[in-house]
């Protein structure tokens, strides 16, 4: 009974312990160097799949308005989805120039880990705080549906066009073949733990 009464008064009062946000920053950052974009993607996946039964199912909208709330609700981390996997393939360690330093290609694996880490770690922030407001999140449209693309979600469709780009032209800039480019793509989409 005092086990219960303890677990009861921590769940009442964790968001109001320092311990238990480093806890959780630290086991976000862990998780996000673990395992591969693709399995963020599936996260993405699985958060846009609610916002179709949300939208749809729940608060009965037309196709036009789940499509679009979906889009709000997921467009931030389709951004970093995008953006992350173009640092993984600019900065694969396969396709940098040998000629350059030790220290150069150093320099070059911490910018890249800190591109798609970085990413990693919002989407997942982002999911858990969709899933631990779950109630709350399923009863409330997005505040600006029915409204004009704000200039953040401008940005946003702007920078998933870049990086689209950037990853279509990606072989002819760097100089290198399509497979080897697919090959990077194709290691970073599919869901795994990271080797």
Request: hydrophobic fraction near 50%; glycine fraction near 4%.
């Amino acid at each position: 009974m005092l086990i219960l009464t303890g677990f009861r008064s921590f769940a009442f009062r964790h968001d109001d312990l320092p311990a238990f946000h480093a806890g959780y920053l630290i086991l976000v950052l862990i998780a996000a160097s673990m395992f591969s974009l693709g399995a963020f993607a599936m996260l993405i996946l699985a958060h846009m799949t609610l916002d179709y039964i949300k939208y749809r199912e729940h608060l009965g909208y037309n196709l036009r308005l789940t499509a679009e709330g979906m889009i709000r609700e997921s467009l931030m981390d389709i951004t970093l989805l995008m953006i992350g996997l173009v640092f993984s393939v600019y900065l694969n360690h396969s396709i940098a120039i040998t000629e350059i330093s030790g220290v150069m290609k150093a320099e070059m694996t911490i910018i890249r880990m800190f591109g798609t880490l970085i990413p990693k770690i919002k989407i997942m922030h982002n999911f858990l705080k969709v899933i631990s407001h779950i109630r709350h999140y399923m009863n409330h449209a997005h505040p600006h549906l029915r409204n004009h693309w704000s200039p953040v979600d401008r940005v946003c469709f702007w920078s998933i066009g870049m990086c689209a780009v950037l990853l279509i032209f990606s072989a002819k800039i760097l100089n290198v073949e399509y497979t080897r480019v697919w090959e990077i793509l194709r290691e970073e989409i599919v869901p795994r733990l990271m080797s």
